[in-house]
Nanobody, 114 residues
Framework: VQLQASGGGLVQPGGSLRLSCAAS????????MEWYRQAPGKQRGLVAR???????NYADSVKGRFTISRDNAKNTVFLQMNALKPEDTATYYC?????????WGKGTQVTVSS
């Protein structure tokens, strides 16, 4: 399984970005797709999770600002990020978890700065 993330970049505080992550390869139908982030000097942490059925969970720090969604037909997960803050600056990673294992994509950098 391969995951390809895209959509990162530089944005001013208060701005928006939309991340995408497309999975390919042998993917079991029942899976969970997630976004994590890691800032310099900090541990990687969960940002948001979505099941194949659409149930979602968010880190408290992003609730009300970020929205995770997915397109099951395309095995793609999205992260809409609004009202971005400097503390959201990090490398964002997507992950797919199914009965065969956990698969990570390469990160995409998000920088929030004026």
């Amino acid at each position: 399984v391969q995951l390809q993330a895209s959509g990162g970049g530089l944005v001013q505080p208060g701005g928006s970005l939309r991340l995408s992550c497309a999975a390919s390869g042998r993917i079991f139908s029942f899976n969970v797709m997630e976004w994590y982030r890691q800032a310099p000097g900090k541990q990687r942490g969960l940002v948001a999770r979505i099941t194949r059925g659409g149930s979602t969970n968010y880190a408290d720090s992003v609730k009300g600002r970020f929205t995770i969604s997915r397109d099951n037909a395309k095995n793609t997960v999205f992260l809409q990020m609004n009202a971005l803050k400097p503390e959201d600056t990090a490398t964002y990673y997507c992950k797919l978890a199914d009965m065969y294992g956990d698969y990570w994509g390469k990160g995409t950098q998000v920088t929030v700065s004026s």
